[in-house]
């Protein structure tokens, strides 16, 4: 599972969970309904995911021969009836919604296949959603094992019996006990008609988020955190850290918190981490906002570095 280090998208994934999320809300067509199933769960199985992670290195190198074994720990989401879900996101744009201001993990790169691994050695783990301040799909434990175990090929859940199917009379008998109705089979055993209810759950918590959202919306407008004397500040900061050539600023919030995004172009060698928390600590008297620094080259940075103007450059000495 490592770090990925080209961008990873998921188009065909991200255009079959719209598809298919309509058909969640929208019940009337069964035969629609399984062909988009179809569909996300292909594609879901053919996808490459970025799960947020902290991975620790042995406190000791290995011998000679012998593989290093680092030890991984995911972020875990919890739905309103307690049970545990593993965020997995499609591309950078979503994970980056999963961020928290001034918050740091690593990512790790996993496809199918991992999942299926880890949901199966873990049965804590309820299943995985995917974008979940997003699209918000989940696959439930029972569904990913179900595919993993027959190979990766997709294994739909179980029909929903139709509203208006015609029900049997049952005959009377005296002290009658009560018949139970049969239930819809399939791989994944009668319980697992819940697809619906974890996304009920999932959409709950989702609106609880979004909500949260409008009122800080909602809010009075802040003031500009970005004053003359904070850049002054920045610059002389900057002015030390000899990796850096360009940097550019600019507030942002996330989940109610503000923090200030700040892209460098800078050498592959820059530790950024680094720099924001130096900047965090030298400037604490000119803002109360953490800092996070991000390479000017990063998705995140993208609508900065295209709008903005660099508030700081390094100048460069000699004749040219």
């Known amino acids: ?51 947020p992670a902290q991975i620790e290195q042995p406190a000791e190198p290995p011998k000679e021969g012998e593989q290093m074994q680092a030890r991984v720990s995911f972020q875990i989401m919890t739905n309103p009836k307690g049970e545990k879900f593993m965020p997995a996101f499609t591309d950078e744009v979503e994970l980056k919604k999963n961020r928290k201001p001034g918050e740091r993990f690593q990512v790790a790169l996993m496809n199918f296949n991992d999942l299926y691994n880890f949901i199966k050695a873990n049965e804590a783990i309820n299943g995985v959603v995917i974008n979940p301040f997003g699209s918000a799909l989940c696959l439930i434990r029972q569904q990913i094992i179900a595919i993993g175990d027959n190979g990766g090929t997709p294994v739909l859940s179980a029909p929903r019996p139709a509203e208006d199917a015609p029900i049997r009379p049952i005959p009377v008998h005296i002290n009658p006990a009560p018949v139970p109705q049969p239930q819809p089979q399939n791989a994944l055993g009668a319980v697992e008609n819940s697809r619906e209810q974890q996304q009920d759950l999932i959409r709950q918590a989702m609106a609880e988020m979004e909500s949260a959202k409008d009122a800080a919306a909602d809010a009075e407008p802040e003031t500009d955190p ?18 850096v050539r360009k940097a550019y600023i600019k507030p942002e919030t996330e989940n109610g918190e503000r923090y200030l995004l700040v892209a460098l172009e800078a050498d592959e060698s820059a530790d950024l981490e680094a720099i924001g928390n130096t900047l ?41």
């Not at 599972?1 to 991200?14: C, D, I, K, R």
């Not at 080259?297 to 700081?312: C, Q, T």
């Open 1 to 51: 599972m490592p770090e990925p280090m080209q961008p990873v998208t998921n188009p065909a994934l991200v255009d079959a969970m719209a598809t298919f999320k309509l058909d969640l809300a929208n019940k009337e067509n069964a035969e629609n309904f399984q062909e988009h199933e179809r569909a996300f769960l292909q594609a879901a199985i053919d996808a490459q995911y970025l799960l």
């Open 226 to 243: 970005i004053t003359d004397d904070l850049l002054s500040q920045l610059k002389a900061v900057l002015k030390k850290q000899k990796a």
């Open 280 to 320: 965090t600590t030298e400037c604490a008297d000119y803002s109360d906002l953490p800092f996070d620094c991000v390479p000017a080259a990063s998705i995140r940075a993208k609508e900065l570095v295209a709008e903005g103007k660099p508030f700081y450059e390094k100048k460069r000495f000699g004749i040219f």
